[in-house]
């Protein structure tokens, strides 16, 4: 591929008619029914491996479980849907705490609590004396369990190999095979991400969740000028699809909901001009008020688009609650009279509910938007300003920390801290550093990341550390050699010193000053 080709997803707004946000529902319902009985045929083809390997041990002759039931759960309707293995009288001890059965000792599955197991079924841990082979009544239904088992699964919902007759079969002949193609290849690398050890095991997918229509081949999409065709949805207008896009080939193609407005992914090869190289090396601080600032004092300011939305969004919030409230019924505990829980009433409509959760599902997604549009804006401009990019290696997870809640009428500071919690998160500085390292290594430019340890403390001048240097949040000055700057432009230069010297952590003395060698030389 030519250096200058990059792959890329560009975004673009679509306007859907009534009848293809009709089909675009109908097919993110259905879909969920694909990837939770595809998911819960995977399980079950690995459960059913792993017992396999249980009866070749010879330790294991003459103990056996009971056998493993699958219940598909292809109720789309129903308020409780079960999905993956039930297990009638047999589980694997998955967790630490799980108790230690002896063979042939039962208990209840709802003794275990929330996550232990499925409530109403009964469980235990292997073993019971009995004959294993006898009780399996039928192979998996997945024909092959491999790290990525895409292929198995589109084997297994080919639609030759489902009664159009059955409720399962329906739901699967009335869908388009493409999207269909894009839940499993979602599927796939999602199992495959997870044997590999880089994400959680995936989820079933609840009632209210909705599956994005991707389509993982470009063979059935047709551009014409700023407009294309979309399996089983037909042709889209898309405003500037020519001028961003052009008519080159898009896989995946990507369609999703946001609120109640619909966006087109295309993933591709596009041109990227060559970034020129000018030898500048700085050194980045994240903040709160600013989302970073450099060492040469230059700053790109907080946009604040979440703090600028909230009182809007603690409206329609306030709304959600009214309509709740006033059309429930209290229903009060019988051991505590003054306990009650809200029931809604059955014949609620909740259409009035539903249009201002999708007004507050709109503000969230143009928050979201405006955020991830300016640091696409700010990225760029930095990775094209240096050739050496030094961050300060934040974790957001502990930064955001919040803190507990002390005794009665004492005051530890908590609401200053969750003020500051959101302050940061509404920056996404997390998202702007991702931004950064990805455009620089598609430039060819270096970035690092460096330990923040008390980089806010101490002197860039001197090297003198201490807490009173920091006056305020905006202000430094050093206790021994009277240096004044702003805070954030003071540690951004002692992260460049840091990434220069390839420090990851600054270290002192007795003293609490900075031994680092010939620092004034530097």
């Not at 029914?33 to 059913?48: H, K, P, S, V, Y």
């Not at 009544?137 to 084997?155: C, D, F, I």
């Not at 001197?462 to 920091?470: E, I, Q, T, V």
């Amino acid at each position: 591929m030519d250096p200058s080709i990059k792959v890329r997803k560009v975004e673009f707004k679509v306007p859907l008619d009534t009848q293809q946000r009709q089909i675009f529902e109908h097919h993110s319902q259905a879909l969920r029914f694909i990837w939770n009985t595809g998911l819960a045929c995977i399980q079950w083809r690995e459960w059913w491996e792993k017992w396999q390997q249980v009866l070749e041990s010879p330790e294991y002759q003459g103990y056996a479980p009971e056998p493993v039931e699958m219940d598909w759960g292809y109720n789309l309707i129903g308020k409780k849907k079960v999905y993956g293995l039930c297990c009638d009288r047999v589980r694997f001890r998955i967790e630490k705490e799980d108790p230690v059965l002896d063979v042939g000792e039962w208990i209840d599955g709802t003794k275990l609590g929330s996550g232990k197991s499925i409530a109403g079924y009964w469980v235990a841990y292997p073993c019971k004396p009995d004959s294993v082979r006898e009780h399996w009544t039928e192979q998996p239904r997945l024909p092959l369990l491999m790290k990525n088992p895409y292929m198995a699964l589109r084997s297994m919902f080919a639609k030759k190999n489902w009664d159009p007759d059955s409720v399962e079969g329906k739901i699967i002949h009335s869908l388009n095979t493409a999207w269909v193609a894009g839940e499993l290849k979602a599927l796939g690398d999602a199992w495959s991400s997870y044997k590999s050890g880089v994400r959680k095991r995936p989820r079933f997918k609840k009632r209210h969740d909705r599956s994005n229509l991707i389509n993982p081949s470009s063979k059935q999409t047709k551009f014409c000028k700023n407009s294309l065709t979309l399996p089983g949805m037909g042709r889209v207008t898309v405003k500037g699809l020519q001028k961003r896009w052009g008519n080159k080939p898009a896989c995946p193609i990507s369609l999703i909901k946001e609120g109640d407005e619909f966006y087109l992914q295309l993933s591709g090869g596009v041109e990227v001009p060559a970034t020129r190289s000018n030898g500048v090396t700085i050194g980045i601080d994240p903040g709160s008020v600013r989302l970073a600032t450099d060492d040469s004092g230059r700053a790109i300011d907080a946009p604040k688009f979440g703090k600028r939305a909230m009182r809007r969004a603690q409206k329609l919030q306030a709304a959600i609650n009214r309509k709740l409230r006033l059309n429930s019924d209290r229903v009060y505990d019988d051991a505590d009279p003054s306990k009650f829980y809200l029931k809604p009433r059955r014949d609620w409509k909740r259409k009035n509910l539903q249009k201002v959760r999708t007004k507050l599902q709109r503000l969230s997604a143009k928050t979201a938007r405006q955020r991830r549009a300016f640091n696409h804006f700010h990225s760029t401009r930095l990775v094209q300003s240096a050739d050496v990019i030094i961050m300060e290696g934040i974790e957001l997870k502990n930064v955001t920390r919040a803190v507990k809640k002390g005794k009665s009428g004492e005051h530890n500071k908590r609401k200053a801290k969750a003020g500051l919690n959101r302050s940061l998160l509404d920056n996404a500085i997390g998202q702007f550093y991702g931004m950064v390292e990805q455009k620089a290594k598609d430039a060819g430019k270096v970035t690092a990341r460096v330990n923040p340890f008390r980089t806010s403390m101490t002197c860039h001048q001197c090297g003198f550390s201490d807490a009173k240097n920091r006056k305020t949040q905006a202000v430094f000055h050093c206790q021994k050699c009277g240096h004044h700057d702003n805070a954030d432009r003071n540690a951004a230069a002692n992260i460049k010193r840091m990434g220069i010297l390839g420090i990851t952590k600054l270290t002192f003395d007795n003293e609490w000053n900075i031994t680092v060698p010939d620092w004034d030389k530097i």
